[in-house]
């Protein structure tokens, strides 16, 4: 029976038997016992399901990956340790030594760091293209050895919206799949699948858990990518793999081959495993995911637009505003909102950012965003305080820039708090 993304998020992934427990069981085992090694044997031969050590897989988590490949709306789903974790092996799945891939250079500085610098020194290359570029700029940017192109929904902290159809346009184009990742969107606000994206990753730290109580990250596969029709640009998924007695994952697991060579090569050897007291909490969070993200645009969208005409304020960049430059594609992409962070620049620069900052009640200095609690963030004199201002400008972050993460408490009561920290800005 097909059902709402509301009733998905409270019952989605784990549907429990008679007598069985209500609440998604945390299975806190290293380890599974069989009775022959025969029986132990197909696992490791991927010729049967089922779980053996839970570096590579946990039924805690899997039931979580469920929902959230219910909620995106795809074939098969997976959990990592973190975001960039997810961001990592998204990428590298399909992208080695020798490869290119294509980013829009509006993404989040950590994965713009993971892509430029770690992924480079093992020798994958990425061009980075602007999101707001044309079909022709895009087009130009593929080489023949390009494997994937990577974007974000809405990027942090940048408040882009990404133009989901031009880079699925572009990426199929080339014979190869669009990566996005939803974080700030959240399938609640926008499914890229259903827009032409492949593949889907998340930093569920951020809306999905909700409330800072733990790291965490997701890949989800569509299962619309045809690899056998590219057999050449992916022979990790078109031809045997050794490692696994010549299995060819795109032949044997259809719709699923992706994420199971995600889960049989890279977690099997990285190890980049959520805990399932992690999963637990990120569950709870899923329960509630739809309810808060409609209180946090209200919110958002309610605070941009005080400070819009705050004239204290330089600028405000928040795509749910008429007049933002990325207004109309928020419109088509993110109908529903366009999630809970606001950055916008005070008058006065660096300095009068800090007297704002300072003078908060409600908000909260920290580096997280997208929980229920609002927190504020003034890069220039935190996270990039090592830059002066015109390397600052070089970076896409100004020197007045603030980044709110709106969270669910009144607005009024938030209203209240901006204002009296802006008179003392």
Known sequence: MSQRIETTCVQGGYHPGNGEPRQVPIIQSTTFKYDTSEDMGKLFDLEAEGYFYSRLQNPTCDHVAAKICALEGGAAAMLTSSGQAANFFAVFNIASCGDHVVASNSIYGGTYNLFSVTM????????????????????????????????????????????????????????????????????????????????????????????????????????????????????????????????????????????????????????????????????????????????????????????????????????????????????????????????????????????????????AIATHVADARTCCLHPASTTHRQMNDEELVAAGVSADLVRLSVGLESKEDLIADLSQALEQA
Not at 262 to 291: C, I, K, W
């Open 120 to 363: 480079k020194k093992m020798g994958v290359e990425f061009t980075f293209v602007s999101p707001d570029c044309t079909e022709e700029e895009l087009d130009a940017a593929f080489r023949p050895n390009t494997k994937a192109v990577f974007g974000e929904t809405i990027a942090n902290p940048a408040l882009t919206v990404l133009d989901i159809e031009k880079f699925a346009r572009a990426a199929h184009a080339h014979g190869v799949p669009l990566i996005v990742d939803n974080t700030f969107a959240t399938p609640v606000l926008c499914r890229p699948f259903e827009w032409g994206a492949d593949i889907v990753t998340h930093s569920t730290t951020k809306y999905m858990d909700g409330h800072a109580s733990a790291i965490g990250g997701a890949i989800v596969d569509s299962g619309n990518f045809d690899w056998m029709a590219h057999a050449d640009k992916f022979p990790g998924l078109t031809t045997p793999d050794d490692s696994y007695h010549g299995i060819t994952y795109a032949a044997k697991f259809g719709k699923a081959a992706y994420i199971t060579k995600a889960t049989a090569q890279l977690m099997r050897d990285f190890g980049s495993t959520l805990s399932p007291q992690s999963a637990f909490y990120l569950n709870l969070g899923l329960e509630s995911l739809h309810v808060r993200m409609e209180r946090h645009c209200e919110n958002a969208l309610a605070i941009a637009r005080f400070l819009q005409s705050h004239p204290k304020i330089a600028w405000v960049r928040y795509s749910g505003l008429e007049g933002d430059p990325y207004h109309a594609l928020a419109q088509r992409y993110l109908p529903k909102g366009s999630c809970g962070v606001v950055s916008f620049g005070v008058k006065g620069g660096r300095e009068a950012a800090g007297r704002f900052m300072k003078a908060l009640r409600l908000g």
